[in-house]
T-cell receptor, first 115, second 109 residues
Framework: DTGVSQNPRHKITKRGQNVTFRCDPISEHNRLYWYRQTLGQGPEFLTY????????KSRLLSDRFSAERPKGSFSTLEIQRTEQGDSAMYLC?????????????FGEGSRLTVL | RKEVEQDPGPFNVPEGATVAFNCTYS??????FFWYRQDCRKEPKLLMSVYSSGNEDGRFTAQLNRASQYISLLIRDSKLSDSATYLCVVEDSSYKLIFGSGTRLLVRP
């Protein structure tokens, strides 16, 4: 399967713990996006990369969230000192810059539950 | 005010019905517009782009009114398999996609 891969698919953690999610985009895609989705809402933009450069980060994202894409391939999203309000589905998507089709290819997501 | 607003529904329609969804966006500098479809517990997938001249893909027709900042999606001859959440999506000037909250469609036999 050459689609976007995310892991872990599910993570249950206690409040205050740190968690890290990984995303492997489609191999030739140079743009990588992180979104967060809660029940009944659409995906909410968190941040995105073009190659290894983080081009934008949502103002809504607190300092407890950090994302990296060190070699322009896979990306990690870390949440420090988790809070119950962080419980959500974290979606990764990738696309190819220059192909202005508006098509983001999403992974199946990583579901976080903070107890 | 949300950047992209949609009626959450649900729209509950019989098979064969025609149903229309509307969406408004707040940023007049928005560049491109799309409809995505999201099935229950699945990831969103691109349904179609939306052009100023209007565009059609089989039973689906999308239209854009830039002056009113309004986007629509029309589904004709609804099928059971059309049951899903339809997300209105706007691309801003920095190439990120902004999603609406989605409109849920239920097609009943």
């Amino acid at each position: 399967d050459t689609g976007v891969s995310q892991n872990p698919r599910h993570k249950i953690t206690k409040r205050g713990q740190n968690v890290t999610f990984r995303c492997d985009p489609i191999s030739e895609h140079n743009r990588l996006y992180w979104y967060r989705q809660t029940l009944g809402q659409g995906p909410e933009f968190l941040t995105y990369f073009q190659n290894e450069a983080q081009l934008e980060k949502s103002r809504l994202l607190s300092d407890r969230f950090s994302a990296e894409r060190p070699k322009g391939s896979f990306s990690t999203l870390e949440i420090q000192r988790t809070e119950q309000g962080d419980s959500a589905m974290y979606l990764c998507a990738s696309s190819l810059a220059g192909e202005d089709t508006g098509e983001l290819f999403f992974g199946e997501g990583s579901r976080l539950t903070v107890l | 005010r949300k950047e992209v607003e949609q009626d959450p529904g649900p729209f509950n329609v019989p098979e064969g019905a025609t149903v229309a969804f509307n969406c408004t966006y707040s940023n007049s500098a928005s560049q491109s517009f799309f409809w995505y479809r999201q099935d229950c517990r699945k990831e969103p997938k691109l349904l179609m782009s939306v052009y100023s001249s209007g565009n059609e893909d089989g039973r689906f027709t999308a239209q854009l009114n830039r002056a009113s900042q309004y986007i629509s999606l029309l589904i004709r001859d609804s099928k059971l398999s059309d049951s899903a959440t339809y997300l209105c999506v706007v691309e801003d000037s920095s190439y990120k996609l902004i999603f609406g909250s989605g409109t849920r469609l239920l097609v009943r036999p």
